[in-house]
Every structure is written in C-alpha cells, then in structure tokens.
C-alpha cells in the first residue's frame, strides 16, 4: 500500500512540474508563437470514417478532400515511424487485408 502511495505522490509531482508547450498569449514570447505558426495545418485533419476502407481508395479519398495533402503514406500497421509533424503528410496504417486500420491523420 505504502509503495502504491508513493507512486502516485511521484507522478502527481512530475505530472505537475511539465509546462505545456502550446503558447496562449503574447507572454510566452515571440519565438514559441511562431513555432506554434509553424504547425497549424489547413483543411480536414482526421478522417476516422476511413476506419476499414481499403487504403488504396482512402489514399484518393483523403487528396481529394484536403488539396494541400500531397504525401499520404501507406504503411503496416506497426511500423516505426519519425516523429516530425507535417502539414502535407497522412500516414495510412493498414493490416495484412489492405484496410485502414488506424484514424488517418495530418502527421
């Protein structure tokens, strides 16, 4: 019980010590409200009544109805992946049948 107790006084401390790092005013300085520029990303961002479509016909489903995506990868569900974030790209991650398995979303 007492181990279980200091788990959770460690993790409420760590949790509380993190800052977010989304900027909300001018107070948070330039340089993290233009990064923060950087990554909003127009048009639709998720599709999840993609969950089940071939990925074939969810890939021209996606470039169609969000122009300013140009990169829609299709990958094995489980693959490793970069963590970068990009406006232009849609990852589709399909199992063995060929369907969309995960929600498609701006990555």
Same mark, same amino acid.
């Given at each position: 019980?007492?181990?279980?107790?200091?788990? *959770?006084?460690?993790?409420?401390? %760590?949790?509380?010590?993190?800052?977010? %790092? !989304?900027? &909300?005013?001018?107070?948070? /300085?330039?340089?993290?409200?233009?990064?923060?520029?950087?990554?909003?990303?127009? /048009? +639709?961002?998720?599709?999840?009544? %993609?969950?089940?479509?071939?990925?074939?016909?969810? +890939?021209?489903?996606?470039?169609?109805?969000?122009? !300013? *995506?140009?990169?829609?990868?299709? !990958?094995?569900? /489980?693959?490793?992946?970069?963590?970068?974030? &990009?406006?232009? &790209?849609?990852?589709?991650?399909?199992?063995?049948? /060929?369907?969309?398995?995960?929600?498609? &979303?701006?990555?």
């Amino acid at each position: 019980m007492e181990s279980k107790f200091a788990h *959770i006084i460690v993790f409420f401390l %760590l949790a509380t010590s993190f800052e977010t %790092l !989304l900027a &909300r005013k001018e107070s948070d /300085g330039p340089e993290v409200i233009e990064l923060l520029k950087e990554f909003e990303c127009n /048009g +639709k961002q998720f599709w999840p009544e %993609l969950i089940g479509v071939p990925t074939k016909l969810a +890939k021209e489903i996606i470039e169609k109805e969000n122009s !300013l *995506i140009n990169n829609v990868q299709i !990958l094995l569900n /489980g693959s490793p992946v970069t963590m970068d974030y &990009r406006c232009n &790209r849609v990852r589709l991650f399909d199992n063995i049948l /060929g369907s969309v398995v995960q929600i498609p &979303r701006v990555a």
